[in-house]
Structures are given as C-alpha cells and as structure tokens.
Nanobody
C-alpha cells in the first residue's frame, strides 16, 4: 500500500511563512501528479496548487504569487512554500497524489492525513 505523510504545519503570525512537506511511501513504481488542498471549517476542500511529474505547476488565484509548489521525484515528496500568510489561510492542508503501484502498475489516487495551519492576526 501507499501512505502520504504531511509535516510542517503549525501556528504562525500573519505575514509569516511555513513550508509543508508530503512524502509518499510504500509499494510505489512512480508518482504522477501531486497537489495541495486545504479545507477551512465549514468550507469545501479547495485545490491550491498542482505539479506534474515533469514540474509543470498550476495555482489557485487565492494563493498565486504567495505559495510555491515543488517536488523531489527521487524522494517522492512534494512541498508547499507558503509566504505572506494571512488569517484566511487558516485551514487543514492536505496533499494528494496519483501513484502507480510497483506490482500492478495500476494508478490510484491517495490523500494525506492533513496538517493544521493556523495564522494569527
């Protein structure tokens, strides 16, 4: 099986920065697209940023220019550098990945468990 484990969340003041990491592990042949979502209380889960295996990126308008997604294919890890954080960025942040399994070569979609980011004003 495959696990996605996020780290790097926490409490930060407005204007500050955090860097989230998400490492995929398990019976992995390859990791295709990876992305970051967030969900604030009472709101729907929102796609923030995505990156292909080749490094092409896309961002939601709400984070464009402030957040940067990157990945290390050798480590099956995706990062989210978050700068100029605002109180409205407070949410649980989730990573998501399309993973091709080693044994079957079938591709499945996986979610991390989420990491809390709280931005104080």
């Amino acid at each position: 099986q495959v696990q996605l484990v996020e780290s790097g969340g926490g409490l930060v003041q407005a204007g500050g920065s955090l860097r989230l990491s998400c490492a995929a592990s398990g019976s992995i042949f390859s990791v295709d697209g990876m992305s970051w979502y967030r969900q604030a209380p009472g709101k729907q889960r929102e796609l923030l940023a995505a990156i292909t295996s080749g490094g092409s990126t896309n961002y939601a308008d709400s984070v464009k220019g402030r957040f940067t997604i990157s990945r290390d294919n050798a480590k099956n890890t995706v990062y989210l550098q978050m700068n100029s954080l605002k109180p409205e960025d407070t949410a649980v942040y989730y990573c998501n990945a399309d993973v091709r399994l080693r044994v079957t070569s079938m591709r499945y979609n996986y979610w991390g468990q989420g990491t809390q980011v709280t931005v104080s004003s």
